[in-house]
């Protein structure tokens, strides 16, 4: 079945210890995306891709880094610096033609920080 | 700048009964509209989108919403809940940019909760 998985679905961390979240899909889209969901606040873009090597800022980027090596790969590192990190973090892909190209999400990491 | 507003958290309702949704955006151009549903612990599912053409939108699950142009609204309505809607639901707006990427604006959600 075609579709985006994320792991791991639950993740614990020390603080000032960074760590990285999978994200891969074979829906050979080309874009794929980063958001941060937090209680009350609905979904906020960290990064964004639309190529491979190729990636932008989203709107919460600070404390954040990804990397676009191969098409169906978007992992994101949360880096020591992101001061608030405890959040559900959800990737999702979409085609990249014509005016509009429905996103399809992961089921999502919980990241906690103890 | 867009913005996607959904003036109610939290939305009970009984098992059975009609339910709406509201969802007001903000755009000086052309919108594309959507409303996504997550169940908890869960990721996006898409419910329903507006692209174009009738304003009436059917979606999945007998859900539906109405594009209102001079109100900005796109309200999602259900004539029948069932406890197994009891979900949170966002509504989302992106723009044309002309073929670049299609960024999604999220409102910050309503929590429909089905009571017996």
């Known amino acids: ?114 | 700048a867009q913005s996607v507003t959904q003036l109610d958290s939290q939305v009970p309702v009984f098992e059975e009964a009609p339910v709406e949704l509201r969802c007001n955006y903000s755009s000086s151009v052309s919108v594309y509209l959507f409303w996504y549903v997550q169940y908890p612990n869960q990721g996006l599912q898409l419910l329903l989108k507006y692209l174009s053409g009738s304003t009436l939108v059917k979606g999945i699950n007998g859900f539906e919403a109405e594009f209102n142009k001079s109100q900005t609204s796109f309200h999602l309505r259900k004539p029948s809940v069932h406890i197994s809607d009891t979900a949170e639901y966002f509504c989302a707006v992106s723009t044309d940019y002309g073929g670049a990427t299609n960024k999604l604006i999220f409102g910050t959600g309503t929590l429909l909760a089905v009571q017996p």
């Open chain 1, 1 to 114: 079945d075609g579709g985006i998985t994320q792991s791991p679905k639950y993740l614990f961390r020390k603080e000032g210890q960074n760590v990285t979240l999978s994200c891969e899909q074979n829906l050979n889209h080309d874009a794929m995306y980063w958001y941060r969901q937090d209680p009350g606040q609905g979904l906020r873009l960290i990064y964004y891709s639309q190529i491979v090597n190729d990636f932008q800022k989203g709107d919460i980027a600070e404390g954040y880094s990804v990397s676009r090596e191969k098409k169906e790969s978007f992992p994101l590192t949360v880096t020591s610096a992101q001061k608030n990190p405890t959040a559900f973090y959800l990737c999702a892909s979409s085609l990249q033609r014509g005016t509009y190209n429905e996103q399809f999400f992961g089921p999502g990491t919980r990241l906690t920080v103890l």
